[in-house]
C-alpha cells in the first residue's frame, strides 16, 4: 500500500510558475513509476507527465511539453513537477498517481494508486 500526498499548488498569475510535490509513504518508492494528471471543472481528467521507476525516462502530454518538467528524488520517496509558463487553461486539481505497470503511464489505469489531489489556478 502506497499513500500519497501532493503540495505546492496555489493561485499564479500567467506566465508565473508552480512547482508541485507528491510524497509518497512507503520504503519501495523506486519500484513505482509516477504520473501526474489534472482535472478541469467539467473536463475529464488528463494525463501531464509521467516518470519511470529510475527517473531515466520522463512523458508529457504535448499541451505541456517545453513548459512542465517532472522529476523525483528516490532517497525522499517524492516525485516532482515544475511549471513554467503556465497558462489559464492548466487550471485544475492536479494528482500524482503510482503504478507497478512499465507502460500505459499515459492512462488512469496504468496506475494503482493516487492522491487527493492539489488546486491549481491560473490567473490571465
Known amino acids: 500500500q502506497v499513500q500519497l500526498e501532493e503540495s505546492g499548488g496555489g493561485l499564479v498569475q500567467a506566465g508565473g510558475s508552480l512547482r508541485l510535490s507528491c510524497a509518497a509513504s512507503g520504503r519501495t518508492f523506486s519500484t513505482y513509476a509516477m504520473g501526474w494528471f489534472r482535472r478541469a471543472p467539467g473536463k475529464e481528467r488528463e494525463f501531464v507527465a509521467a516518470?519511470?521507476?529510475?527517473?531515466?525516462?520522463?512523458y508529457y502530454a504535448d499541451s505541456v511539453k517545453g513548459r512542465f518538467t517532472v522529476s523525483r528524488d528516490n532517497a525522499k520517496n517524492t516525485v516532482y513537477l515544475q511549471m513554467n509558463n503556465l497558462k489559464p487553461e492548466d487550471t485544475a486539481v492536479y494528482y500524482c498517481a503510482a503504478g507497478w505497470r512499465t507502460i500505459g503511464l499515459a492512462r488512469p489505469g496504468g496506475y494503482d494508486y493516487w492522491g487527493q489531489g492539489t488546486q491549481v489556478t491560473v490567473s490571465s
Open positions: 516518470i519511470s521507476r529510475s527517473g531515466g525516462s520522463t
